[in-house]
């Protein structure tokens, strides 16, 4: 009978994924926004997405090798970390600028607070913001090869230039001005299907972040709901709200978490919008909901069995 009694710490049940596997299945899932990215924008969206996530790769090794860490690229963090940066860059941005947005999402975000599953933030998104700040790289708007360019401007630019909303076959198609991997919401959608049905993510953040900013634009917009729509559709919302705000490290573990995370980056996202001085507020509210998330660990946290809420 003793040899039946095993002492361990937990977890005791492990549902056999790795790091590496899970990490595959968001490059899969990140696969027909690329190749959306590709078609729509030109080659060179496939160039910005080859350096970008091969110097964070080469970063992240480099930083292994030199304080003489245990190798961690093969658990393709870095790549996803790179591809999700590209694609939230505009086609036309200078290459150097790539390799530096990688470098400081790899070595500054990453790698310097001990790696995977150590950091506040979600490198990428964090990136992205530094760019934005130091370079105003977002500016640079990515045209779409397939449509006349000279009506290309990225929707909410258009929106808040001239209150004109681009067509909501346009924004699903992505044949719209904008980052190489915002534009196109049918490939996103597509990507959100399929971690779903590999229990990547749940819907809890995703929805509850993108259903904030349609109430709250539906009712800004004068109970619109084609406006509303085409708010959701614009930008870096879905994109943000699919495959940022739901990194494992950055986000609360529980439902209720979950939820409170993706309504306060909603709200935050429509405040930015709609007041601040940027046309766009994504970037901005999952890396302030990112700060947040050890409060909102605490406050959702589940009682340990057997033990009492502290």
Same mark, same amino acid.
């Given at each position: 009978?003793?040899?039946?009694?095993h002492l361990s710490v937990s977890?005791?049940?492990?549902?056999?994924?790795?790091?590496?596997?899970?990490?595959? #299945?968001?490059?899969? @899932?990140?696969?027909?926004?690329?190749?959306?990215?590709?078609?729509?924008?030109?080659?060179?969206?496939?160039?910005?997405?080859?350096?970008?996530?091969?110097?964070?790769?080469?970063?992240?090794?480099?930083?292994?090798?030199?304080?003489?860490?245990?190798?961690?690229?093969? #658990?393709?963090?870095?790549?996803?970390?790179?591809?999700?940066?590209?694609?939230?860059?505009?086609?036309?941005?200078?290459?150097?600028?790539?390799?530096?947005?990688?470098?400081?999402?790899?070595?500054?975000?990453?790698?310097?607070? %001990? %790696?995977?599953?150590?950091?506040?933030?979600?490198?990428?998104?964090?990136?992205?913001?530094?760019?934005?700040?130091?370079?105003?790289?977002?500016?640079?708007?990515?045209?779409?090869?397939?449509?006349?360019?000279?009506? =290309?401007?990225?929707?909410?630019?258009?929106?808040?230039?001239?209150?004109?909303?681009?067509?909501?076959?346009?924004?699903?198609?992505?044949?719209?001005?904008?980052?190489?991997?915002?534009?196109?919401?049918?490939?996103?959608?597509?990507?959100?299907?399929?971690?779903?049905?590999?229990r990547v993510i749940t819907w809890?953040?995703? +929805?509850?972040? +993108?259903?904030?900013?349609?109430?709250?634009?539906?009712?800004?917009?004068?109970?619109?709901?084609?406006?509303?729509?085409?708010?959701?559709?614009?930008?870096?919302?879905?994109?943000?709200?699919?495959?940022? @705000?739901? #990194? $494992?490290?950055? =986000?609360p573990p529980t439902a209720a978490?979950?939820?409170?995370?993706? +309504?306060?980056?909603?709200?935050?996202?429509?405040?930015?919008? $709609?007041?601040?001085? $940027?046309?766009? %507020?994504? =970037?901005?509210?999952?890396?302030?909901?990112?700060?947040?998330?050890? $409060?909102?660990?605490?406050?959702?946290?589940?009682?340990?069995?057997?033990?009492?809420?502290?």
């Amino acid at each position: 009978m003793d040899n039946l009694m095993h002492l361990s710490v937990s977890p005791h049940i492990h549902s056999g994924r790795s790091t590496a596997t899970i990490m595959r #299945d968001v490059i899969i @899932a990140l696969l027909p926004t690329a190749i959306a990215g590709t078609v729509i924008f030109g080659l060179r969206s496939l160039l910005v997405i080859a350096v970008t996530v091969a110097s964070a790769v080469l970063f992240e090794a480099l930083f292994n090798i030199i304080t003489k860490k245990q190798q961690t690229i093969g #658990d393709f963090s870095a790549a996803v970390t790179g591809l999700l940066l590209a694609l939230n860059l505009p086609a036309g941005i200078p290459i150097w600028q790539c390799v530096v947005g990688s470098a400081f999402a790899i070595l500054l975000v990453k790698c310097i607070f %001990g %790696g995977i599953g150590c950091n506040l933030v979600n490198p990428a998104i964090t990136a992205r913001v530094f760019m934005l700040v130091a370079f105003g790289s977002m500016t640079v708007q990515s045209f779409p090869k397939i449509v006349d360019t000279a009506s =290309s401007a990225t929707p909410l630019a258009q929106m808040a230039e001239n209150g004109n909303a681009p067509a909501l076959k346009d924004l699903l198609l992505g044949t719209t001005g904008g980052a190489i991997g915002e534009t196109c919401a049918i490939a996103l959608l597509v990507g959100f299907a399929y971690l779903l049905i590999r229990r990547v993510i749940t819907w809890h953040i995703p +929805v509850a972040f +993108v259903g904030s900013v349609f109430v709250l634009s539906f009712l800004m917009e004068g109970f619109d709901v084609m406006r509303a729509l085409a708010l959701v559709l614009s930008g870096g919302l879905l994109i943000g709200a699919i495959f940022m @705000a739901t #990194d $494992y490290v950055t =986000s609360p573990p529980t439902a209720a978490g979950k939820i409170i995370f993706g +309504v306060g980056a909603g709200l935050l996202t429509f405040l930015i919008r $709609y007041f601040g001085v $940027y046309p766009e %507020g994504v =970037s901005f509210a999952i890396l302030f909901m990112n700060i947040l998330n050890p $409060y909102i660990e605490k406050l959702t946290a589940h009682n340990v069995f057997g033990g009492k809420r502290a």
